[in-house]
């Protein structure tokens, strides 16, 4: 596991004992069922329990890198050679979601366009057993209107005896975990309380998709609405509302070392039999675009100025960026991207000493943003792949833009899944509340 985010030099990672509570359970994927003897499925698994890493970024190597991938797979494996073998009546539903981060890996890897490579993978996974496969847009267009509105609020409620500002984002749930995991209060207080993205599209899938689906398979004595459903999505973090995840890099190499015939399938959607969609993502270079969607939305909520094109201005590094709302020779909106563990020190620095300039800061663990994600571009000893990380740029960027505003499913969900747009239900669909240093870790989180 590379880790980015730790101020200590030392490692925290502890020795655990083979005791009955910390054994692993090694459970065959289905290339090593079907005799399948790759370099990949010959490591062994690795012992990286995240309620004792910090995330120096010096733990483990990369050969230890690839054991833990393998080990986050383990129970996306074992739902699929559970249902194998017992009743259908008896399965549980897997789902996979992806983001939009990372289908220009796929594109890239395979020589196709977006569109192809999203239905070349789908119906891979659905050939290993995978009930549905669904695209994360939806959910990150919650999450940035949840964003924008915290934002507008937390503006016009800040001063200096309670300080409101800056906020901090919360859609990368690398950072998220090293804010809560190590730094704690002052930081806290600063972060989004908006789900990411990977924590609401858990919440549709297992919530109001499951409710929708009447020909689901149920297990003996339970009703619509209630089938036993198991939601994984791609990426190297975990997070509320899905239980398991899987790299990429590990997907890709299953299907290179797969020998059986896949026929493309479309990607699903929330909404029965809507047919597929253009995939589309939102305005950012290498993420979710949460800067400039907050960044225009707050300058005509607050200032009635239309903001169109976002014009970013790099200071110390390409991966720290200032973008800022002038008029009559006064800073009224001042917002800045820091993306990696660097620029995430520096943020984290001075905001401890109360001087920090910004309203408002996009944060994500991985330099350059979430296209340079773990698991994605990288070459066989870690290090990135350049080339193929600049060809991921050119396809990311040549995919179509849309506003959440302009979702006219989001807003339907708003209405029929959370009964409005300022109901109860939305804070506690699409929002949370962090936990500091000290405290237990989620259940999920305790092995990886």
């Avoid at 200096?160 to 950072?175: I, K, Y």
């Avoid at 790099?314 to 006064?330: C, H, I, M, P, Y």
């Avoid at 006219?408 to 699409?430: C, F, I, K, M, N």
Wanted: hydrophobic share 35%.
């Amino acid at each position: 596991m590379k880790c980015e985010h730790c101020t200590r030099k030392e490692c925290s990672k502890k020795t655990k004992t083979d005791d009955q509570e910390n054994a692993s359970v090694d459970v065959p994927s289905p290339a090593q069922e079907n005799g399948e003897k790759g370099e990949f499925h010959k490591l062994a698994d690795a012992k990286i329990f995240l309620s004792d890493c910090l995330a120096c970024d010096s733990c483990v190597s990369a050969e230890e890198g690839i054991q833990v991938s393998q080990q986050n797979a383990k129970d996306f494996f074992q739902v699929l050679n559970l249902n194998k073998k017992c009743d259908t009546s008896e399965h549980k539903v897997l789902a996979v979601s992806l983001c939009p981060q990372s289908l220009p890996y796929f594109a890239a890897k395979f020589s196709l366009s977006v569109t192809d490579a999203s239905r070349r993978l789908c119906g891979f996974l659905k050939s290993l057993g995978v009930h549905y496969v669904f695209d994360t847009t939806i959910a990150a267009d919650f999450s940035i209107l949840e964003s924008q509105k915290e934002f507008v609020r937390r503006f016009r409620q800040h001063n200096e005896e309670e300080p409101a500002l800056p906020m901090l984002t919360s859609a990368c749930p690398g950072w998220v975990r090293y804010a809560e995991r190590v730094l704690g209060h002052p930081v806290t207080p600063h972060l989004c309380t908006a789900k990411s993205p990977q924590q609401i599209m858990g919440s549709l899938v297992k919530d109001y998709f499951a409710r929708r689906q009447v020909s689901w398979p149920f297990p003996q004595g339970q009703h619509s609405g209630q089938a036993t459903s198991f939601h994984v999505r791609t990426g190297a973090d975990g997070t509320e509302g899905e239980q398991g995840r899987v790299e990429e890099g590990e997907i890709a190499q299953m299907m290179e070392q797969s020998d059986v015939s896949v026929r493309e399938a479309a990607l699903d959607t929330l909404f029965g039999d809507v047919k597929e969609e253009e995939l589309r993502r939102h305005d950012g270079a290498g993420s979710d675009g949460y800067l400039a969607h907050i960044f225009r939305h707050a300058a005509k909520e607050l200032f009635n100025e239309d903001v169109g094109e976002v014009t970013y201005r790099a200071l110390r590094n390409k991966d720290f960026q200032e973008v800022t709302l002038e008029k009559s020779g006064e800073v009224l909106l001042r917002f800045a991207a820091a993306y990696g563990f660097r620029n995430i020190q520096n943020v984290v620095l001075k905001l401890k000493k109360g001087k920090f300039p910004y309203h408002f800061v996009e944060v994500l663990a991985c330099a350059g943003g979430c296209l340079n994600g773990r698991g994605q571009a990288q070459t066989a000893d870690g290090r990135t792949d350049k080339a193929l990380l600049q060809k991921m740029k050119g396809i990311y960027a040549d995919i179509p833009v849309q506003l959440p505003e302009a979702s006219t499913h989001v807003q339907e969900l708003y209405q029929e899944w959370l009964d409005g747009t300022d109901s109860p239900r939305v804070q506690e669909a699409l929002h949370t509340a962090y936990q500091g240093p000290g405290q237990p870790a989620d259940s999920r989180d305790i092995k990886w």
